[in-house]
Structure formats: structure tokens, C-alpha cells
């Protein structure tokens, strides 16, 4: 029902940072809880960050806390990733997606997602 598209991905120097965007469109944005999810090789997708609908609630991995920031625009349909410090270990391929309803941080209950955007930080 919802679309999604990821961009604002790149590649910067180890400490550097980027702003991810997620732009939805169709649906009710405001009627889904909109996570952000890492897929490196080698390694298992990772939940990075989750948001409810209102924004009063959110998540942060252990392995980003007081780095990342996510956020969202409900009038503008769209859900943000401030990611600072960038490290090496947080080189991936970064999905947006959408899971209708409550609050969730488990990556396969979410139900609609974006193509990715990759994410490269090097040393």
C-alpha cells in the first residue's frame, strides 16, 4: 500500500557523516511504525533504528547509540537518519521500511520496504 524510497547514502571517511531520507508515498504515513535496517556482508540484518507513528518513540541499536538520530516529517511523508561518527563496521546497505500498525523493532515483522541505499565509511 505504501512506497518507499531511500536516498542520501554515499561514501565518507571514517567520522564523517550522512543523512539518509526515506520518502513514502500512498497509504497513511502516519499510521506506520518506520524502522531503519542494515544489511552488511557476511552479516545478519540488523534493526538500526525504529520510530512509532507519533515519533515519541524510538530505538537505537546498541552498536549506533549516540551516533545515529532517526526522525520523521509526518506532513512530509518522510522518515530521516542523521548518522555521525561514522565507523567502518556501519559500512552496509540501509533499508526504510513500514510496518502497519504498533510499535515493532523485529525486522520481519515489518511489511513494506525500500530498495536500500549503500553506505560506505572507510578508515
Known amino acids: 500500500q505504501v512506497q518507499l524510497v531511500e536516498s542520501g547514502g554515499g561514501s565518507v571517511q571514517a567520522g564523517g557523516s550522512l543523512r539518509l531520507s526515506c520518502a513514502a508515498s500512498?497509504?497513511?504515513?502516519?499510521?506506520?511504525?518506520m524502522g531503519w535496517f542494515r544489511q552488511a556482508p557476511g552479516k545478519e540484518r540488523l534493526t538500526v533504528a525504529a520510530?512509532?507513528?507519533?515519533?515519541?518513540?524510538?530505538y537505537y541499536a546498541d552498536s549506533v547509540k549516540g551516533r545515529f538520530t532517526i526522525s520523521r516529517d509526518n506532513a512530509k511523508n518522510t522518515m530521516y537518519l542523521q548518522m555521525n561518527s561514522l565507523k567502518p563496521e556501519d559500512t552496509a546497505i540501509y533499508y526504510c521500511?513500514?510496518?502497519?500498525?504498533?510499535?515493532?523493532?523485529?525486522?520481519?515483522?515489518?511489511?513494506?520496504w525500500g530498495q536500500g541505499t549503500q553506505v560506505t565509511a572507510s578508515s
Open positions: 521500511a513500514a510496518r502497519e500498525g504498533p510499535w515493532a523493532t523485529d525486522w520481519a515483522t515489518y511489511d513494506y
Open positions: 500512498g497509504g497513511t504515513f502516519s499510521s506506520y511504525t
Open positions: 520510530i512509532s507513528r507519533s515519533g515519541g518513540i524510538t
